[in-house]
């Protein structure tokens, strides 16, 4: 069975730096793409950025040289190190994972339908 957890949210003041996690159990690498969606408050489900070992990675605009996606293959664990926090990425943040093989070739998936399995979220709240 495919599960996502993610860990690493919490309070922080703006300016300030997170790091997210997010374990990925039975779950072939090889062929994943590993994405961040966040939920802010009254917000649809946004795509934030993506990691994929063949195709490289996909980040919003709006965290573009803020965050940082990241892989450990050895603890199949994907990282989002989100810097400059704003208090607008005050949000609910999800992983979920998709098969490459299932989107159309040469493309990193980013949106929220593309993704098949979702982790339980973990809440980012950055303060003022």
């Known amino acids: 069975e495919v599960q996502l957890v993610e860990s690493g949210g919490g309070l922080v003041q703006a300016g300030g730096s997170l790091r997210l996690a997010c374990k990925v159990s039975e779950f072939d690498f090889a062929d994943a793409a590993i994405g961040w969606f966040r939920q802010g408050p009254g917000k649809d489900l946004d795509g934030v950025s993506t990691f994929t070992s063949s195709l490289g990675t996909y980040y919003a605009d709006s965290v573009k040289g803020r965050f940082t996606i990241s892989n450990d293959n050895a603890k199949s664990t994907v990282y989002l190190q989100m810097d400059s926090l704003k208090p607008e990425d005050t949000a609910v943040y999800y992983c979920?994972?998709?098969?490459?093989?299932?989107?159309?070739?040469?493309?990193?998936?980013?949106?929220?339908?593309?993704?098949?399995?979702w982790g339980q979220g973990t809440q980012v709240t950055v303060s003022s």
């Open positions: 979920g994972a998709t098969r490459l093989r299932t989107i159309v070739a040469g493309r990193i998936p980013h949106f929220r339908y593309e993704f098949d399995y």
